[in-house]
Antibody
Framework: VQLVESGGQLVQPGGSLRISCAASGFSFRNYWMGWARQAPGKGLEWVANINQDGSEKFSVDSDKGRFIISRDNAQNSLYLQINSLRAEDTAVYYC??????????WGQGTLVTVSS | DVQMTQSPSFLSASVGDRVTITCRASHTTDRRLSWYQQKPGRAPQLLIYDASNLQSGVPSRFSGSGSGTDFTLTISSLQPEDFATYYCQRTYSAPWTFGQGTKVEIK
C-alpha cells in the first residue's frame, strides 16, 4: 500500500492550491478517503472525508467551503483544493484512508506554506 | 462542534511503567473511537479502532476501552519505542475529530 502526496508549495495569502495523493496497492475505488493536516509543532487536525464515488463530502469548514475534497477513481487519485489561503493553513497535509471508521493507511505528507 | 479532550497533555514515564491516557468527547461517539501513535517527522500509525480493537501488527501491550463519551488507551508495560505522541479520534460522524494529543516522554 502506498499513498503519495504531492503539490505542496509556498503560496501567497489569499491564493488557492490543489494538492494530490496517488494511491496504489489497495482497491482505492472501494475506500472512503480523507485529508488531515498538522501545523508546525501542533497536533493533528482532520480536514475532510469523501465517500467511494465522490457523492458524499464533508469538510471541517463546510459553511465557508475553503476546503474542497475530490477524487478520480480512474486515476487512483485524491485531491484537496484549499481556497483563500491564510498563514494558519501552513501545515503538512496527509492523505489517509477512511474506510470502516478508521484510517489504516497514511501518506508521508506534503508541506503547504502560506507566506508573502 | 464536537470537541475531543485528552488528558494528560504531557506524561513522563519510565520503561516498564503502565500508562493510561484518557479521551473525553463532548458528544457521544458510540464506540467509533480510534487511537494513533505519531513519532516526530512521521505519519500517524493506527493502534486501536472501534474503541478496543487492536490493529493488525500492533503489540498486545496496547489496549483500549470505553464507549459513549469516555475512552482510555493503556500501555501495559512501556517500551523505549513507545515514547511518542498519542491521539484519539472520533469517527462517529464526518468530518472526524482528533484530540489535542498526549506526549509521552522518558522520565
Amino acid at each position: 500500500v502506498q499513498l503519495v502526496e504531492s503539490g505542496g508549495q509556498l503560496v501567497q495569502p489569499g491564493g488557492s492550491l490543489r494538492i494530490s495523493c496517488a494511491a496504489s496497492g489497495f482497491s482505492f475505488r472501494n475506500y472512503w478517503m480523507g485529508w488531515a493536516r498538522q501545523a508546525p509543532g501542533k497536533g493533528l487536525e482532520w480536514v475532510a472525508n469523501i465517500n467511494q464515488d465522490g457523492s458524499e463530502k464533508f469538510s471541517v469548514d463546510s459553511d465557508k467551503g475553503r476546503f474542497i475534497i475530490s477524487r478520480d477513481n480512474a486515476q487512483n487519485s485524491l485531491y484537496l483544493q484549499i481556497n483563500s489561503l491564510r498563514a494558519e493553513d501552513t501545515a503538512v497535509y496527509y492523505c489517509a484512508s477512511a474506510l470502516d471508521f478508521r484510517s489504516e493507511f497514511w501518506g508521508q505528507g506534503t508541506l503547504v506554506t502560506v507566506s508573502s | 462542534d464536537v470537541q475531543m479532550t485528552q488528558s494528560p497533555s504531557f506524561l513522563s514515564a519510565s520503561v516498564g511503567d503502565r500508562v493510561t491516557i484518557t479521551c473525553r468527547a463532548s458528544h457521544t461517539t458510540d464506540r467509533r473511537l480510534s487511537w494513533y501513535q505519531q513519532k516526530p517527522g512521521r505519519a500517524p500509525q493506527l493502534l486501536i479502532y472501534d474503541a478496543s480493537n487492536l490493529q493488525s501488527g500492533v503489540p498486545s501491550r496496547f489496549s483500549g476501552s470505553g464507549s459513549g463519551t469516555d475512552f482510555t488507551l493503556t500501555i501495559s508495560s512501556l517500551q523505549p519505542e513507545d515514547f511518542a505522541t498519542y491521539y484519539c479520534q472520533r469517527t462517529y460522524s464526518a468530518p472526524w475529530t482528533f484530540g489535542q494529543g498526549t506526549k509521552v516522554e522518558i522520565k
